[in-house]
């Protein structure tokens, strides 16, 4: 954020309030008393092009970051839902189940990776939820 250094206060106070308040752009903007118009001008400057985009990378990576933590939770509470009474929820947990796992495939793939799936930490399924998940797919193709 070095390139921060080179934006004016007001500008700076812009970027901080869109960021981090709860305002829309549109209230940001009037609070300021900054135009559309200058508004516009100023994403056409490169150090606030810049600010800008890094803190917009910045919230990503929180983003994953905080859904990375929280994916082996949701991926046990879907295999928990394979043993659901209902079974469109459990017909819905298989689906998200391999729609997860061809996602984290997706995201490991590497160039000329023939055997991707020996590298991932798959989920252990008991016996019965293995068979109970086998059960759902077989309705699937009914």
């Not at 206060?9 to 869109?18: F, M, T």
């Not at 960021?19 to 829309?24: G, I, N, P, R, V």
């Not at 800008?52 to 905080?66: C, D, G, K, P, T």
């Amino acid at each position: 954020m070095a390139k921060a250094k080179k934006l004016s206060k007001r500008k700076l106070s812009v970027l901080d309030e869109l960021f981090e308040s709860q305002l829309s752009e549109q209230q940001v903007l009037e609070k300021y008393r900054v135009s559309k118009r200058l508004y516009r001008k100023w994403q056409g400057d490169e150090p606030f092009a810049e600010e800008f985009e890094s803190r917009i990378a910045h919230l990503h990576r929180q983003s994953e970051l905080i859904i990375a933590r929280y994916a082996a939770l949701a991926a046990v509470k879907l295999v928990e839902l394979l043993e659901s009474d209902k079974p469109e929820t459990s017909r819905k947990a298989c689906l998200d189940i391999i729609s997860l796992r061809n996602n984290i495939v997706d995201k490991d793939r590497q160039p000329n990776d023939d055997d991707i799936c020996n590298d991932i930490g798959e989920v252990q399924l008991s016996e019965q939820k293995a068979s109970r998940l086998l059960e759902v797919l077989a309705e699937l193709e009914e």
